[in-house]
């Protein structure tokens, strides 16, 4: 009797340290089990962050780094590109113009509205400039107020081509294409459809190249890139006529045409 109850007990206990036992590895495996899906999101909370780091190094890399300013001759050529693609004057022709009437768009002009105002002022009253001249001389200048109050600026101080020195005018030419208030107001509807906005503006060198190319095009046979042609409307840009007494400036343009790479590095 006492045998089976030693027996029994014996069993018992086994049994109990091997639920034990097997409760303990289970728990175990719970732990590694957990430890193991801890380690997963901590890594992939690690990978997320420094991919985010990266992405945000890269943001700040590019929010501080500038944009590189394009250089005035840069500028030059794409308004010039624009300008002979939407209107069909040549290239170079343009070049040659921009060339001799404003230095590639860097002249725009060296006196101030109000230099040329008082200039024009007292040839009218010396008797130098005659009234038809003096009065073409008003009706621009109400043109240039004009302009000046859409560009919102002070017609006063606009830089504008200064009053000749070798003969009797008024000067007060404007902008990149070098344009009297009237011409301009001739060509404005036209430029502003091309170059896409109301109040167009003849210092800036889109617009202005746009107005040459424009003016220059109203010649017969400027688009057609024939050579007499651009020679003639180089003339009428200066002058309004296509007298032989310009042939001076008409050459001028054609050398600069073929020459402009010079300038323009």
């Known amino acids: 009797m006492r045998i089976l109850i030693t027996l029994f007990l014996l069993i018992a206990v086994s049994i109990n340290i091997t639920s034990t036992a097997s409760a303990y590895d289970s ?4 732990l590694v089990e957990f430890s193991k899906e801890r380690l997963k999101g901590t890594r992939e909370i690690e990978n997320y962050d420094e991919a985010n780091g990266k992405q945000g190094e890269k943001k700040q890399e590019n929010i501080s780094k500038p944009q590189e300013k394009k250089s005035h001759m840069e500028e030059v050529k794409e308004a010039v590109k624009f300008a002979s693609e939407e209107v069909g004057v040549r290239e170079d022709f ?3 113009m921009l060339v001799v009437e ?15 105002e008082e200039g024009a002022e007292k040839s009218h009253r010396n008797n130098l400039l005659g009234q038809k001249a003096y009065n073409t001389f008003v009706k621009r200048r109400d043109l240039i107020k004009t302009l000046a109050k859409e560009l919102g600026r002070d017609y006063k101080k606009l830089k504008v081509s200064c009053s000749p020195a070798k003969y009797v005018g008024t000067g007060g030419a404007m ?9 301009w107001a001739h060509y404005k509807d036209r430029i502003s459809e091309i170059v896409g906005k109301n109040n167009p503006d003849p210092w800036i060198l889109k617009d202005g190249i746009v107005a040459m190319a424009l003016l220059l ?5 400027v688009t057609g890139h024939n050579h007499f ?6 003339k009428k840009y200066l002058s ?10 008409a050459n001028k343009i054609m050398y600069w045409a073929k020459n402009h790479k010079q300038l323009m590095g």
């Open 27 to 30: 728990q175990i495996k719970g």
């Open 94 to 96: 343009l070049l040659g």
């Open 102 to 116: 404003s230095d590639l768009g860097r002249n725009t002009g060296k006196c101030t509205y109000t230099q040329v």
């Open 175 to 183: 902008g990149v294409p070098q344009f009297m208030p009237d011409i």
């Open 217 to 221: 095009s109203d010649t017969p046979g």
């Open 229 to 234: 042609a651009e020679r003639n409307a180089a």
């Open 240 to 249: 309004g006529t296509t007298s032989w007494r310009y042939d001076w400036y």
